[in-house]
């Protein structure tokens, strides 16, 4: 009688599809590097160029052929850009498919796929129509005039790249904390599965026998292997966020919860395991098993409140960097009226013949312009930095503010030259610019508070709903310890799992205390979150000391209905936010006047900071 072939199907692990991922980003950032280097030579090609025609010198055939190179160099620049956001969205339709990551984090990667794709249509065609109308002008002057703009393209598209470089390895870190999180799940899942066959077959030994036993070992050293893979990846995390400056505290907190982990002795603790269960010493195996087991769920906690802190962080600083940036935008804004005021009434009095006095008041004016100019350009570069951290920070409105900037200087300049009927043009429309960059944070900022509500809510009552499910089954085994108690007495085991309660009383109380941080705004809707802390604090204290008497189980069962309260309350906020979520529609007004400033501006900074 013939036989088949025997096949296996071996499917790949959840670390391997996240470390696909992984690898296919790390190129697209690479190929972002890449295409900043060339678009930097370029820029650097076309400043030579300039140079040399602002020292009114002839352009050689060299140059002449310098500047087709750069159209050509261009032109291959867009088509490896186009290249590399079909790269991106293959991967973000795999991220979407295979569903390894949160909603929000694929949201944020096809974001940042869009401001590829509009950085490549605006600034890039720009760049290419300018250095094609370079190359047909005749005239020196309208040469410079057109790489000029060509030049000014090209550096705002520079911007845009290092913009979504920094951008591109912010979110590259997360997704690696978010897949390092829900790996640390999936092993205490497996941990825990396999501990519930264990126990089935120490109370039904006649189901046991040495297959089934080797068979569970072999599962248990795969999660050995998993958690030694996961240490190494927490290692490399670590200290690959260290190097960003505002990432500094998540870095910290992953590396110690990376060493707690160590310290705990998972990895030996599911050796330890993996050796009783091959020796068929199944009830041995179960102490270090379950040791396994809590270390697991408490890293997996611990790294989805880092994972949690570093989304909040981001988006908290940036709000309040924005939150200044306004102010400092309006108080420059007035500083900038005021010369206009002043200006205004030079041109009102004096006919084009200036006396000493009017003199002097002119030059006052055009130190005035310079100096607010300054300020408009320190502000410009402290928005471009927060918008390589957070998305909504158009880079229009830092442009916007840098031609503000030197709309202020040209002012100064015919100040200077005691020609303020030129200079008042010039100075309406750099207030434009300032008045709409500052309307523009504020929507930017309105949209960031929105979606920090909803999301935000969502999160919360997630986290509070997982730190209630964590409670439930503290409470569960602090109550089966008590009846083990009064049957065996204090033994050094229950002494040791006491301590083991309370550490664990101690995670979710530090994480509550967190969420009740974040709620802080809320608590007047959801009850005192901060004051359910104190009443964990001080369970946890009577753990420590060994006290597991009815009043230590009252107060846990009460923690337990004031959690579910709040997460109730919680939940019915956010179904009242979801149902009251509509987008007010934003006003017009004529794009050949200033926009009003005062009154409306200083009303909705009122209403955000109320």
Not at 79 to 100: F, S
């Amino acid at each position: 009688i013939g036989s088949s072939n025997t096949y296996s199907i071996r499917f790949p692990s959840l670390a391997e599809l996240y470390h696909e991922v992984e690898s296919e980003q790390e190129s697209e950032h690479q190929g972002l590097e890449a295409l900043f280097n060339q678009q930097a030579e370029a820029t650097a090609t076309v400043d030579n160029l300039l140079d040399k025609i602002r020292k009114s010198q002839e352009l050689t055939v060299k140059d002449e052929k310098a500047m087709k190179q750069v159209l050509e160099n261009q032109q291959q620049i867009e088509k490896t850009a186009k290249d590399l956001i079909e790269d991106m969205k293959q991967t973000a339709q795999q991220m979407e498919k295979k569903q390894l990551f949160d909603l929000e984090t694929v949201q944020k990667y096809q974001e940042l796929q869009k401001l590829m794709d509009e950085a490549l249509s605006e600034e890039h065609k720009d760049i290419l129509r300018k250095l094609s109308e370079a190359l047909k002008q005749v005239q020196l002057s309208e040469q410079e005039k057109k790489l000029m703009e060509a030049n000014l393209n090209q550096e705002q598209f520079m911007q845009q790249l290092d913009r979504l470089k920094e951008l591109y390895q912010q979110m590259i870190l997360q997704q690696k904390l978010e897949a390092a999180a829900k790996q640390a799940k999936e092993l205490a899942e497996r941990q825990e599965r396999l501990m519930e066959q264990a126990k089935n077959l120490i109370d039904k030994p006649s189901q046991s026998g040495e297959g089934k036993n080797t068979e569970l070992a072999k599962q248990e050293e795969r999660v050995t292997e998993g958690m030694n893979e996961l240490h190494d990846k927490l290692d490399k995390l670590g200290d690959e966020m260290s190097k960003q400056a505002n990432l500094q505290r998540v870095a910290d907190e992953v590396k110690r919860l990376n060493q707690y982990a160590r310290d705990q002795q998972i990895a030996q603790n599911l050796q330890s395991t993996s050796s009783q269960m091959r020796g068929n010493r199944m009830q041995s195996a179960m102490q270090p098993g379950r040791n396994a087991q809590q270390g697991l769920n408490e890293l997996q906690q611990g790294l989805d409140n880092a994972l949690e802190f570093m989304r909040g962080a981001n988006s908290n600083e940036a709000l309040t960097a924005m939150r200044e940036a306004v102010r400092s935008g309006l108080y420059l804004s007035r500083i900038h009226e005021g010369t206009i005021d002043g200006t205004n009434e030079i041109l009102e009095s004096g006919q084009g013949q200036y006396i000493e006095g009017e003199v002097k008041r002119l030059q006052g004016l055009a130190a005035s312009e310079l100096s607010t100019a300054a300020g408009i350009n320190l502000l410009a570069n402290r928005l471009r930095e927060v918008g390589k951290q957070q998305m909504q920070v158009d880079p229009k409105i830092v442009w916007r503010l840098n031609a503000a900037s030197d709309a202020l200087e040209r002012s100064a300049r015919a100040l200077e030259d005691q020609k303020p009927s030129l200079a008042a043009p010039i100075q309406k429309q750099g207030l434009s610019d300032i008045n709409q960059a500052i309307a523009d944070l504020l929507k930017s900022m309105d949209a960031m508070n929105q979606q920090m509500g909803m999301s935000g809510l969502e999160n919360m009552l997630e986290q509070l709903q997982q730190l209630a499910q964590n409670q439930g089954q503290l409470n569960e085994m602090a109550q089966q310890l008590s009846e083990q108690m009064r049957q065996q007495g204090r033994t050094p085991g229950n002494e040791q799992f006491l301590k083991r309660l309370a550490y664990e009383q101690q995670m979710i109380r530090e994480a509550t205390g967190r969420l009740a941080d974040m709620m802080e705004k809320l608590s007047q809707a959801l009850g005192d979150l901060k004051n359910v802390a104190e009443e964990m604090k001080e369970v946890e204290g009577e753990l420590q000391r060994g006290n597991l008497n009815r009043q230590v189980l009252d107060k846990q069962r009460e923690i337990l209905t004031r959690m579910l309260e709040s997460s109730k309350s919680l939940q019915k906020r956010e179904s009242s936010k979801q149902r009251k979520g509509e987008v007010a529609k934003e006003p017009t007004a004529p794009t050949n006047a200033a926009p009003p400033l005062d009154a409306k501006l200083l009303e909705t900074i009122q209403r955000l900071e109320s």
